[in-house]
């Protein structure tokens, strides 16, 4: 078990370009979270997956954001025409389903910066 | 919908004082709650939570919160600090027993540790 993880650790784009983000959970976890964390600010949840399934969107900040999880295991957090509004770290964790058990653990995170 | 509050967005004590961290909470329902901690560069890591049961939970690096329903509060406490607690610490709350929603985040409070 080597925890979560994150690819790249920091990205660097322009404005207007489309970034892909991969989060890799946990082998055991079944349930995946993605969360934005603005400077000063603590993790705002954007989306979760239970295995492929997406379960939660609509806190996706735009329509520009978008995530998979097509075989339920590794995910991807895509965003389009980025604004200097995203730069931000985005944050996966997982968690493994079962009632009592909501512990999530998270991976070290993705820094973007538009420029 | 749930909402955290972290009063002070930094905390300074001495080596060997009392930790208190503050944390309120606004919830429908009876909720979850959390204390994580962030370093430098690294991902959230759980301190404690509670779920249901006894009220006082103790949790890693001699860290311990008390959930009081009447006050709606989850402070962090630690008796004595220790020059490594220097840290971003996170309250937070989630509806849900099995992990079937985001977690709901405070600002977070920094924790600086005086010599």
């Known amino acids: 078990d080597t925890g979560v993880s994150q690819d790249p650790r920091h990205k660097i784009t322009k404005r207007g370009q489309n970034v892909t983000f991969r989060c890799d959970p946990i082998?055991?976890?079944?349930?995946l979270y993605w969360y934005r964390q603005t400077l000063g600010q603590g993790p705002e949840f954007l989306t979760y997956f239970q295995n492929e399934a997406q379960l939660e969107k609509s806190r996706l900040l735009s329509d520009r954001f978008s995530a998979e999880r097509p075989k339920g295991s590794f995910s991807t957090l895509e965003i389009q025409r980025t604004e200097q509004g995203d730069s931000a770290m985005y944050l996966c964790?997982?968690?493994?389903?079962?009632?009592?058990?909501?512990?999530?653990?998270f991976g070290p995170g993705t820094r973007l910066t538009v420029l | 919908a749930q909402s955290v509050t972290q009063l002070g967005s930094h905390v300074s004590v001495s080596e060997g004082a009392l930790v208190l961290l503050r944390c309120n909470y606004s919830?429908?329902?009876?909720?979850?709650l959390f204390w994580y901690v962030q370093y430098p560069n690294q991902g959230l890591q759980l301190l404690l939570k509670y779920t249901t049961g006894a009220t006082l939970v103790k949790g890693i690096n001699g860290f311990e919160a008390e959930f009081k329903k009447s006050e709606t509060s989850f402070h962090l406490t630690k008796p004595s600090a220790h020059m490594s607690d220097a840290a971003e610490y996170f309250c937070?709350?989630?509806?849900?027993?099995?992990?079937?929603?985001?977690?709901?985040f405070g600002k977070g409070t920094h924790l600086i540790i005086q010599p």
């Open positions: 964790a997982s968690s493994l389903a079962l009632w009592g058990n909501n512990e999530q653990f």
């Open positions: 937070a709350v989630s509806l849900s027993g099995g992990g079937a929603d985001g977690l709901t």
């Open positions: 082998s055991e976890h079944n349930r």
């Open positions: 919830s429908s329902v009876p909720p979850y």
